[in-house]
Every structure is written in C-alpha cells, then in structure tokens.
C-alpha cells in the first residue's frame, strides 16, 4: 500500500508542478501580444527584415551585383559598453521572391552571409550552401533568382558571366503574383557567459545589416516603382530612431538595404517553449520511482516470499515486470495530462509554444513513462544485487538522477555535461526532447538549452542496455525456483 501512495505521489508532483510553472509564466506586451508568424507547414517562424520589392508574374527573374555588406553589433563582450561595426555569422543581405509581405509567407532568397558563403534558405527550414566567402572591395558578388511557376532557381557568379546553380526548389502554392527584391536582416549575436562550475547561459545582442546593390536587372516584373516594406516590426530601437534606420536608400545608381531580424524556425532561444519545459516534475517523480523499487527489492531479500523461501529468479523477474508496469502506467497517466494542460496554459499566458506533430508528442509521453520505468527496473536490480536499501537508492540516484539534474541546468561545462548523457543511463531522457537543431540558426546547442547529444533512439538504447546488464547479473546471483539458496 505503501509504495502505491508513493506511485501517486510521484504522478502528482509530475502534474502540479509542471502545471504550476506553465502558471507561472506569462507574456508582457503593451497590450494584447500580437500573434506569432507561422510558415506554410504551421510551425512557429521567425520572419522579420527590411524588404525593398516590387510585384512579379508566374515567369521571370531578377539579377543584381552586391558590392558590399556593412553591420553593427551593440555592446559586445567583454566590456559591453560600445556599439561596433562588424557582422554576425549570420547575417545576410540578397534577393528574395516571397508571397506577399506578410510574415510567415512562403519565400526563396539567395543570399551573401556574414560568416558562412552564399547560401539559397526558402519556406524557414531549409538551407543550401552556395560558394564560401563574403563580399570584399573589388570582389563584389552576383545573385540570381529565377522563378517558373512553383520552381525558383538560385544562381550565383563571381563576374556576371559564367553562373553556378545553388539550388532549385519548388515552393508549392505559389501564387501567381509575388514580391520580388532586395532584402537584408540580421539575428542577435549570441555569446556565452560563463556561471556556475563552467557552464553557459546566453547572451544576445541586437545587430543590424546592409548590404549595396547595384546592376539590378529584372524580367517578368509588374511596371511601377519598388516599395520600401519592413516583413515584421522595424524601427522600434533607439539605434533606429536615432542613428541609422532599417530600410533601403538609393544614391548615385546603388541602392542600400538595411535591416535587422531573421528569417528563419523559430526555437527556445527564440522565447518559444518545448512542450517538454512542462515537465519540471520529473526530476523529483523519477527519487520517488528509485527509491521506492530499490527498497522493493532489497526488502525481498529480507523477507522472502509469504511462505517464508527465499528470493529466486523467477520472484525479481516477476517483481520487475510489475514494477515496469505500475511505473509506466503511473508515468503515461501523469505525462499524458501536464504535457497538453501546460501547453494549453502557456499559449493562454501569451507564451509561444514550439509546435510539434501528434506522433512527436506521443512519443515523449509514451518514451519518457518507459525511461522512467526502464529507471525503476535498473533501480531493482541495484536493490538485489546490492541488497542494502540506502546503498542502492545512492548508486540510482548518483547514475540516474544526478546526471540528469546537474545536466538541465547551466552548472557543468557543455563537454562534460554531453558525455555525461551519453555514457550514463540519463541518456534515456533524450526521449523527451523536441528541441531541432537547425544549422543555420544561431542558438546554444547544449543540454541546459534542452539538447542532448544523443537522438532519442540512442539514449533509450544506452539506458536499456545498462538495465539488462544489471537485472542479468541480479537473477544470476538468485537460485532458481525450488533450487536452495547458496
């Protein structure tokens, strides 16, 4: 009855604290929050630059020469007391055909970045790496973006004459007429600040791109004058305001565009939340289960059966199969309702929530109720082979819990914290992560920041094998059915 009371508890300490910090957060915004952009696949995006553009047809195509690309980043390390020009690896400045200006429309750009080449991005997702290098003085750099129909074509040239194809995709539902232009933006710069026994928290700083264009030839586009467009907020920075505005300038036969923002999915670091930031009750959920199930088996040790015969291989075998399945069923029960409650009370609040599929979701909650009966099991055989209760939590606790723990936190140097959850049984947490990386979105990319460095797939693998290892071991110390103990 005992370890039923505590099952429970632990179910309830999955749903009330998980529930109450999704209570716990809310957006501020001078009045209502405006909506978040969402792509063509319906995930959240970020979508916000400057965008000099005019209407074209089904057919057509536009060209331009990029001489040159400037920037600024406000109050870098290690001082954070100057405004710098500079470029972020990230930054980018090109041409662009779009579905209109509204942000989260469907898109192609071909581009010159701050640290990372040429590069072809469409619909937020997807990247394709053209030529390495910038743009320098007397090395200018030649986009093209070709579109038939749902196909855009991107092509890139040192001279304007001899042309290298970057990438052809196709962009389904196109209208028939879309924006074509120029476009520039620039993503925070993100640097790390050292806490705890070395790890990181981020930092990010706003920044802002040019880049100049000249050579603009275009075929296909409607008759008129271009239309200067800020895709999202622009404008609003005191940098803005005072010293150098996001937006495009024509002068002597050349045209700059200014911009700050991104293009590209929108993440954690962004401000959105994983339906997995719901779950900080599982750290003290997953004591409760090792505690309990180490005690389990340790006390058959003491007692035997109810006919007063030892423990043998088939009693912990049973024992294990109705550990596992209380476990899960408690886990699956509790994850089940905190993970769509939370997410349902985070999105009220104003918070964006990271959009997942249905079979991504039932994955984390069916994956992390096993991991945490796949932990109760590994906690049993400790508890047998053992057989001390106090020295079997410790060891659970120490393998299991604490790497988990120290590793959601910025506490550990990124390194250690990976292989930690690689080579414990911990790395079965990964289960529950939704968190994608994308290369070519700047973010942290380390446990704190809710990536693991195993896929879900691997982490479950290292965990099943260190609670096969250790059950194996456990029944082979235990003589079998009717046989005398040794």
Same mark, same amino acid.
């Given at each position: 009855?005992?370890?039923?009371?505590?099952?429970?508890?632990?179910?309830?300490?999955?749903?009330?604290?998980?529930?109450?910090?999704?209570?716990?957060?809310?957006? &501020?915004?001078?009045?209502?929050?405006?909506?978040?952009? =969402?792509?063509?696949?319906?995930?959240?995006?970020?979508?916000?630059?400057?965008?000099?553009?005019?209407?074209?047809?089904?057919?057509?195509?536009? =060209?331009?020469?990029?001489?040159?690309?400037?920037?600024?980043?406000?109050?870098?390390?290690? %001082?954070?007391?100057?405004?710098?020009?500079?470029?972020?690896?990230?930054?980018?400045?090109?041409?662009?055909?779009?579905?209109?200006?509204?942000?989260?429309?469907?898109?192609?750009?071909?581009?010159?970045?701050?640290?990372?080449?040429?590069?072809?991005?469409?619909?937020?997702?997807?990247?394709?790496?053209?030529?390495?290098?910038?743009?320098?003085?007397?090395?200018?750099?030649?986009?093209?973006?070709?579109?038939?129909?749902?196909?855009?074509?991107?092509?890139?040239?040192?001279?304007?004459?001899?042309?290298?194809?970057?990438?052809?995709?196709?962009?389904?539902?196109?209208?028939?007429?879309?924006?074509?232009?120029?476009?520039?933006?620039?993503?925070?710069?993100?640097?790390?600040?050292?806490?705890?026994?070395?790890?990181?928290?981020?930092?990010?700083?706003?920044?802002?791109?040019?880049?100049?264009?000249?050579?603009?030839?275009?075929?296909?586009?409607?008759?008129?004058?271009?239309?200067?467009?800020?895709? *999202?907020?622009?404008?609003?920075?005191?940098?803005?305001?005072?010293?150098?505005?996001?937006?495009?300038?024509?002068?002597?036969?050349?045209?700059?565009?200014?911009?700050?923002?991104?293009?590209?999915?929108? *993440?954690?670091?962004?401000?959105?939340?994983?339906?997995?930031?719901?779950? &900080?009750?599982?750290?003290?959920?997953?004591?409760?289960?090792?505690?309990? &199930?180490?005690?389990?088996?340790?006390?058959?040790?003491?007692?035997?059966?109810?006919?007063?015969?030892?423990?043998?291989?088939?009693?912990?075998?049973?024992?294990?199969?109705?550990?596992?399945?209380?476990?899960?069923?408690?886990?699956?029960?509790?994850?089940?309702?905190?993970?769509? #409650?939370?997410?349902?009370?985070?999105?009220?609040?104003?918070?964006?929530?990271?959009?997942?599929?249905?079979?991504?979701?039932?994955?984390?909650?069916?994956?992390?109720? *096993?991991?945490?009966?796949? #932990?109760?099991?590994?906690?049993?055989?400790? *508890?047998?082979?053992?057989?001390?209760?106090?020295?079997?939590?410790?060891?659970?606790?120490?393998?299991?819990?604490?790497?988990?723990?120290?590793?959601?936190?910025?506490?550990?140097?990124?390194?250690?914290?990976?292989?930690?959850?690689?080579?414990?049984?911990?790395?079965?947490?990964?289960?529950?992560?939704?968190?994608?990386? %994308?290369?070519?979105?700047?973010? %942290?990319? #380390?446990?704190?920041?809710?990536?693991?460095?195993?896929?879900?797939?691997?982490?479950?693998?290292?965990?099943?094998?260190?609670?096969?290892?250790?059950?194996?071991?456990?029944?082979?110390?235990?003589?079998? &059915?009717?046989?005398?103990?040794?």
């Amino acid at each position: 009855m005992g370890r039923l009371v505590a099952m429970a508890v632990a179910a309830l300490a999955v749903v009330a604290l998980g529930l109450l910090q999704a209570y716990g957060n809310h957006a &501020s915004c001078d009045g209502p929050c405006p909506a978040e952009p =969402t792509g063509p696949d319906g995930s959240l995006v970020n979508d916000r630059f400057s965008f000099l553009n005019r209407e074209m047809g089904p057919e057509g195509s536009i =060209t331009v020469r990029l001489t040159s690309m400037t920037g600024t980043i406000t109050y870098p390390p290690p %001082h954070h007391d100057r405004i710098v020009p500079g470029l972020v690896p990230w930054a980018k400045a090109g041409i662009i055909v779009k579905d209109g200006v509204r942000p989260g429309s469907s898109y192609a750009a071909l581009m010159v970045t701050g640290g990372h080449g040429v590069r072809m991005q469409y619909d937020y997702r997807h990247d394709i790496a053209g030529s390495g290098g910038g743009v320098a003085e007397g090395a200018p750099r030649w986009l093209r973006l070709t579109r038939s129909g749902d196909t855009v074509t991107g092509h890139e040239s040192a001279d304007g004459t001899t042309w290298t194809e970057v990438g052809a995709v196709r962009l389904p539902g196109l209208p028939g007429t879309v924006r074509v232009g120029l476009f520039a933006a620039s993503p925070g710069d993100l640097t790390l600040r050292r806490t705890g026994l070395g790890g990181a928290t981020e930092q990010v700083r706003w920044t802002q791109a040019g880049g100049t264009f000249d050579r603009i030839a275009l075929r296909g586009a409607a008759a008129g004058g271009w239309s200067d467009d800020g895709v *999202g907020e622009r404008n609003r920075t005191d940098w803005e305001k005072d010293h150098l505005a996001s937006g495009a300038v024509e002068r002597n036969g050349t045209i700059t565009v200014t911009g700050a923002g991104d293009i590209g999915p929108k *993440g954690a670091e962004d401000g959105a939340r994983p339906v997995e930031s719901t779950l &900080s009750g599982l750290i003290p959920a997953l004591l409760v289960v090792l505690v309990v &199930s180490a005690r389990f088996a340790a006390a058959g040790h003491r007692t035997g059966s109810a006919d007063g015969t030892p423990l043998t291989r088939s009693r912990l075998a049973a024992r294990a199969v109705v550990v596992a399945a209380v476990t899960f069923a408690t886990g699956l029960l509790a994850l089940g309702s905190v993970i769509p #409650a939370g997410a349902t009370i985070l999105k009220g609040n104003g918070i964006p929530v990271v959009v997942v599929s249905a079979l991504t979701t039932t994955r984390v909650v069916v994956g992390t109720a *096993g991991v945490l009966a796949l #932990a109760a099991v590994l906690a049993l055989a400790l *508890g047998s082979l053992l057989r001390r209760p106090r020295t079997a939590i410790l060891v659970a606790v120490l393998t299991i819990a604490v790497p988990y723990a120290v590793t959601s936190v910025p506490l550990l140097p990124d390194g250690p914290a990976q292989w930690l959850l690689r080579v414990t049984p911990a790395a079965g947490f990964a289960v529950r992560q939704t968190l994608v990386e %994308h290369p070519q979105v700047v973010a %942290h990319y #380390a446990p704190s920041a809710g990536y693991f460095p195993l896929p879900w797939w691997a982490g479950i693998t290292v965990l099943c094998a260190y609670t096969a290892v250790l059950l194996c071991l456990a029944l082979k110390r235990l003589p079998r &059915s009717g046989d005398r103990a040794g």
